[in-house]
């Protein structure tokens, strides 16, 4: 894991994938990071890319015993 600090308004290139994340601000323990990548790209906060996955993994499932 490759772990950087930055102040609001600096960013963090993804070189070769077109993707930024500009933090915006700091309120707190709350940091507001604007995130610019390709429309291809999907983007998600981890708890919704798990609950998709986890979706994912219930249709392959129900798939299976339909198929069984």
């Known amino acids: 894991m490759l772990i950087l600090s930055r102040k609001v308004g600096e960013s963090i290139v993804v070189p070769g994938?077109?993707?930024t994340f500009t933090v915006i601000s700091v309120q707190g323990s709350r940091?507001?990071?604007?995130?610019?990548?390709?429309?291809?790209?999907?983007?998600?906060?981890?708890?919704?890319?798990?609950?998709?996955?986890?979706?994912?993994?219930?249709?392959?499932?129900?798939?299976?015993?339909q198929a069984t």
């Open 31 to 65: 940091v507001r990071v604007a995130i610019s990548a390709p429309a291809e790209t999907a983007v998600h906060r981890q708890e919704v890319w798990q609950r998709i996955c986890a979706e994912g993994e219930l249709f392959r499932k129900e798939a299976y015993l």
């Open 17 to 19: 994938h077109d993707i």
